[in-house]
């Protein structure tokens, strides 16, 4: 009897198909290996390739005629040079991908990020982390609704991007200055159908405006962690979630969120002036706001019920609502 006629319990294939998802690109080869069955069912079955530790610039080349159906692709770590690394990346585009993840990618510069999402045009999300070459990035993706650019040392955008389907971005760069994230805001984004900005831990950000005439789809702003961040103006009528959690330096914030409902401003030992307007805000923290003065405060929130105020400067009486607040 031939080896590979011997039925694996690994071979049958509901089992087979739910263990592909979850296995390696080594992994899944070497499934691939143990017989006829297993190598026909992961062939057809295979959609999501994590490639760890990538060394051989023809390795995504084989693993495309292995396995042709990919729509989901992860790189995780690869040292490879820069000629080696455009050599590996041309084949990516031999699959129709839908999802592409990029981590530690140590080579990757700009313009190779470009070529290949620019040869991918059913891309929908992107993710790009701890490639510290990346500066400038440029993308031409149509079908993107999701970008995430983690810990990665961006400046900004290139201002040829296309991203009109883009609806959440996350931009996690300590390099991204007031300036080019206001270019970003007003100019760069203003196409697309933006849900969610995340700028967390974007250190060097002094200063962010988002005027009412901005992203207009906008939900959720993120800028958590953003420890440079001093001045911030936020007037929207979409948003439903604003998060500036460790902004520790937040000095000035003019607020005009009308369906905000919740809003943590607590331990902000440097926040000395507060505008804040939102008929559906219910509750606000201003726990530890040591430097705000009730010259310097003005609330205008008609449902205001419930209000933390220790170890604030501020009283009861300095929170100027229609409402009855309730101290917790």
């Known amino acids: 009897m031939k080896v590979e006629d011997v039925e694996s319990p ?15 690109a080594r992994d899944i080869c070497t499934v691939r290996a143990l017989n006829h069955v297993c190598s026909r069912i992961s062939r057809n079955q295979t959609r999501a390739m994590h490639v760890r530790r990538l060394n051989h610039a023809q390795a995504i080349a084989l693993l495309v005629r292995a396995f042709p159906h990919v729509q989901r692709l992860v790189i995780d770590v690869c040292s490879l040079k820069i000629q080696d690394l455009r050599a590996a990346l041309t084949a990516v585009p031999g699959w129709t991908l839908r999802w592409l993840g990029l981590t530690q990618v140590w080579h990757l510069t700009d313009d190779l990020l ?9 891309l929908q999300t992107l993710q790009v982390a701890q490639c510290y070459k990346l500066t400038a990035p440029r993308f ?10 983690e810990n990665c040392l961006i400046t900004q955008i290139d201002p040829a991007t296309h991203w009109p389907l883009l609806q959440s971005l996350t931009l996690s760069s300590r390099v991204l200055t007031t300036a080019h994230a206001r270019t970003l805001i007003k100019t760069q984004l ?3 159908r933006l849900e969610q900005l995340d700028l967390t831990n974007c250190l ?3 200063q962010l405006v988002v005027d009412s005439t901005d992203l207009p789809h906008l939900r959720c702003l993120v800028l958590r962690s953003c420890i440079g961040l001093q001045r911030v103006c936020v007037a929207s009528s979409t948003i439903v979630a604003l998060d500036l959690a460790l902004c520790v330096e937040l000095k000035w914030a003019m607020l005009h969120l009308r369906h905000v409902t919740a809003l943590d401003l607590s331990f902000m030992q ?3 002036k507060l505008y804040l307007h939102s008929t559906a805000l219910t509750q606000l923290d201003l726990r ?7 010259e310097n405060l ?8 419930h209000v933390l105020l220790h170890g604030s400067t501020v009283t009861m009486d300095d929170v100027r609502t229609s409402g009855q607040p309730e101290i917790g």
Request: with cysteine; glycine share 4%; aromatic share 2%.
């Open 10 to 24: 690994l071979a049958a294939q509901p089992a087979l198909g739910l263990v592909l998802p979850w296995l390696t």
């Open 140 to 149: 031409t993706a149509p079908q993107l609704v999701t970008l995430h650019l």
């Open 190 to 192: 203003l196409p697309s």
């Open 298 to 305: 003005q609330i205008d929130c008609p449902q205001l019920d």
């Open 114 to 122: 470009h070529t290949l999402t620019a040869q991918l045009p059913k």
């Open 270 to 272: 440097q926040l000395e």
């Open 288 to 294: 530890g706001s040591a430097q705000l003065q009730r």
């Open 204 to 206: 060097a950000l002094e």
